[in-house]
């Protein structure tokens, strides 16, 4: 698999329904919205209102949610009654991440697990079998518009190098500073679905998702 998963954080919210129409004219199969608590991140954004409202927009577009928050075991449960595809938790932000994991699963969710830029990925080696997709933060997480952080490309390779000597499947997804200039590159080093906020958005997002997905085609 190869998609770009739109990011909402950059859409114009006065016309968010319009957009995600616009975008899945254009074949957009994932969409990813990022759910901030203020206290996680430094950002306060979307949360379980949010999510429902993008699910009704385009129920057959497949939701990943990204939780930025704390104490994210104490809100599984109302974003799994939204419809996402997948569930994202960050490694930082858990105490009992298998316990997590298992937690989004049993509700009939796929179970992502987030790093952020410096968090190693040793602290997913006993998880990756279990797991159904793993994020990898390319920039620290709480604003949309900043800059690739460019030694995450060797963990992309490195996550993906474990996944083959595993003979595992979870999905390989990037979040952050993704570029025209940087998603074949990103997607060479592994990375199944990645996350786009402003390269879609500023601007017209059916064009510009249009020629992310056209240069991911080119060197799938
Ligand atoms: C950052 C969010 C990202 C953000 C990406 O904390 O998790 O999903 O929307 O935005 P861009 O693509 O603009 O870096
Ligand atoms: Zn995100």
Redesign the pocket.
């Known amino acids: 698999m190869k998609v770009i998963s739109p ?1 909402i ?2 859409a114009d919210f006065t016309r968010l329904g319009e957009q995600l129409e616009l975008l899945l004219s254009e074949g957009m199969e994932y969409v ?1 919205v ?1 759910v901030m608590d203020g206290h996680f ?1 430094p950002n306060i954004t979307i949360g379980p209102l949010v999510c429902d409202a993008v699910k009704r927009a385009v129920p057959t577009v497949k939701m990943d949610v ?1 939780l ?1 928050i704390e104490k994210p075991g104490e809100y599984i449960d109302v974003f799994a009654e939204t419809g996402p595809e997948i569930i994202y938790v960050h490694v930082e932000a858990a105490h009992h991440l298998d316990r997590l994991v298992s937690q989004i699963q049993q509700k009939g969710i796929r179970a992502g697990v987030v790093l952020n830029p410096a968090s190693p990925l040793s602290l997913l080696e006993h998880l990756l079998p279990v797991v159904d997709a793993v994020l990898v933060m390319s ?1 620290n ?6 800059s690739f952080i460019p030694y995450c490309l060797d963990k992309i390779r490195r996550l993906d190098e474990l996944r083959k000597a595993g003979k595992l499947s979870f999905v390989i997804a990037v ?4 570029t025209l200039e940087n998603v074949s590159e990103i997607s060479a080093a592994g990375a199944n679905l990645m ?5 879609v958005f500023h601007g017209n997002p059916g064009t510009n998702f249009r020629k992310l997905t056209e240069i991911l085609n080119r060197t799938r």
């Open positions: 990011s954080l950059s990813h990022d991140v990204h930025m920039v997480p709480g604003f949309g518009g900043q979040d952050g500073g993704l996350v786009a906020g402003s390269a």
